[in-house]
């Protein structure tokens, strides 16, 4: 039986007529991920366009007089046919198209595409009519060239091609070549004519594109997918006899590919019972066309982010991926390995293809509890993959829910859509480290490495070692081990235990990390906001101006901040610690901060030299994590403190914000952090994150109490390190002629440096000087002393320090400290 879209039960009809299929109904329309990534390419490609006539106005300028040159040579009769054409085509192939599909009973599709040819004409003419008059010059005198008598915008095709791209005309060439045609006329007549530019046309197509697919999007399409019913009639195709069939998946589930478990009626009833070993005989997996696409921009990030043999394709074609999974299945069973049997694929309709495998009852791996799965279990499935291994064929999702246990006790891999033949021995290594930690998250490191080295050897896990990396897990495992997440280095031990000669370095697998974007946005912020600043400064009249004996009372103040940053770790370190090498690591924390967040790399350095002087990984953690949460409380502590001295100081109308402001920030921001923590989600996240951060700091500082020496040193050089800063800015400033309130300077710098330690880029770069030079103007300087201070505040403190503290970095690794 198959349910209809209001639940009831229905029999199915036509060539399958009298075989049930029992599946949820289908909703008549979908939303598909193709249509979103369209949008955004479309909207993507717009910016460009704008991007670039900004910036090469010259050029296009140029390519239009040459254009305009070229055509006042073409016959006007000629021309004037060209523009009749246009004018009656552009309209007409559309209205015909449209016709068609109202007479086959598809006036839904219709309607939508009527719908965003609406959105493009008002689009168009509010571009051509007002924003045009509102806001001339610029970009938009680069898109109309040629004074008033042309349009940003093409009014006339954009909501033409807006019509076309949400009424889809897949499959129908004929009509896509002739409305196309009279669209690309309509364009070069309007081009000849000066009507519109060639970065006008550019932009018109880019935006009827994005309100098509944008609206195509919005209002889903109609569902393509083929039902059940069809399903079970293509396995007759293949000659096959259903008896019964049901859907096997949750159809909430997206991205996901239809699972359906079909009952075949053989040569009589009790012999197939007695044959039967499991509810279904067939397991079918259904691809459909616009499931193709889902994940597509995860997958392409980890294309671009990974070198190439670390990941598949990012997008295979349907009929591609057929054939793909297919040979893997026969591949597989070739070299050995147990896997459900292929026993036939067909493709179903235009929309979708089907894959036919023998059913094997059993469960998933993730469904299987520690206490059932046997070393005898884990051996065998290591016995599978290393039939893999030696065929060359790389599975590529060796998760959990791809490794079944059979009923019988045996295992079974399944699921090949992302496996490749003739593989290189980096994906096979990749292979071997996924099932690694899969098999760990469900029966320890312990147990895996074991059974993996009874199969495999002590040398194939040996070589997996540096592949024992998040980067080069699938993504399912890599949210698994959040839970876990020093589960990589225990199984790296246990490997390390059987060999110890193993190189456990880890092989370079990304092309780019995060980080460095986040580094090229924020020097692209930095250079945003600073470079149009110092291109107005006259440098020769700022050196002859400044006061260096300032100069000077800043650069002290700088170099004494690695001091009271020194002091800071010191006093919550209960073992005893040179002064002089831990001044040095502080040194050398300023050539890593230009490689790693701002808050990031001085707490990784300052567990390294810990560790390295002979402090236990947990208690130098720990250690770090007290000085980094004192210094978190001291410092609001401190803003709050100054805000109110700031307001109450009798010149606070010049400086930063009267007390009245610091408290209605303060409530505000607790609001919101109150509101946060009442979403389950969000507390627990934040739950787990300061967890992480601070685990094992209480009792740290429990050690560091019962020392008052200890305890004043901490405190000291917390309150100093924001002193000396502060002192530098303050000194920066007035090297340049400015003057504020001290209690304002502190407020100044304890913002900005919230704001660097809060934005991930190197050095808080581009945050700390658009936060300093804004707080500093509206605090009562000029632009231009603003702009000096900072850039000599930033000079002193961020980048004159990098070659000393490259230096110290050398030096401290030479003696192993760090």
Known sequence: MTQTHGGAVRPSTGATAGVPVDEPAQPDRIRRSGDAIRFGVSCVGLAAVMLLVSIAQQTTHGLQTDIAQGTAHAPRMLLSLATLASSFGVLTAPIAFAVERMFRKDGMRVAIALLAA????????????????????????????????????????????????????????????????????????????????????????????????????????????????????????LGLSPRRAARLDDPGETGQDRRYGVLLDRDGEKDRAARRTGPWDLEVRVLDRDQQTAGLLYRMWRTLRLSRTTTGRALRPLRRSLELESLMAYAVDAAGARTPRLVGTS????????????????????????????????????????????????????????????????????????GEIASGDLALLLDLAQLLTTVALHAGPERAVRTAASVLGEDALAAAVPLLQRVALSRATRTALRRDRDLLTRIREQIVALKPETEAAPVRLERFRPRTIFSIVGLSVAGYIVIPQVGSLDFAHLLSTATWHWVFIALAASAATYLAAAYMLLGFVPERLPVGRTVLVQVAASFVQLVAPAAVGGVAINTRFLQRSGIRSGPAVASVGASQLVGLVVHVLLLVLFGFLTGSTHNATKDLAPSRTIVIVVLALGLVAGAAMMIPRVRRFAASRLRAMFSGVVPRLVDVLQSPRKLCTGLGGTVGLTATYALCLDASIRAFGGSLHWTAVVVVFLTANAVGSAVPTPGGLGAVEGALTLALTISGLTAETATSAVLLYRLLTLWLPVLPGWAAFAYLQRKDAI
Do not use: C, K
């Open 118 to 237: 609406v959105i493009a004409f008002g689009v168009t003419v509010g571009l051509d009519d007002w924003v045009t008059s509102a806001a001339p010059g610029g970009v938009l005198d680069s898109l109309i060239w040629g004074g008033t008598s042309t349009a940003p915008v093409h009014t006339d095709i954009a909501p033409v091609i807006a019509f076309v791209t949400a009424v889809g005309m897949a499959g129908r060439t004929r009509w896509q070549a002739v409305t196309w045609t009279f669209i690309g006329l309509a364009a070069l007549t309007g081009l000849t004519a000066s009507y519109a530019s060639v970065a006008a046309l550019a932009a018109t197509y880019l935006l009827g594109r994005a309100i098509g697919y944008g609206t195509l999007y919005a209002a889903g399409t109609p569902n393509p997918r083929p039902s059940g019913t069809a399903v079970v009639s293509t396995l007759e195709r």
């Open 347 to 418: 493709e179903v309709g235009t929309e979708a293809a089907l894959l036919a495998f023998e059913h094997v009852p059993g469960r998933r791996l993730a469904d299987v509890p520690g206490d059932e799965l046997t070393d005898g279990m884990l051996a065998d499935a290591w016995r599978q993959f290393r039939r893999l291994q030696e065929g060359r064929l790389a599975h590529r999702r060796l998760e959990d829910d791809t490794v079944l246990v059979g009923d019988d006790g045996r295992v079974y891999l399944t699921d090949m859509r992302s």
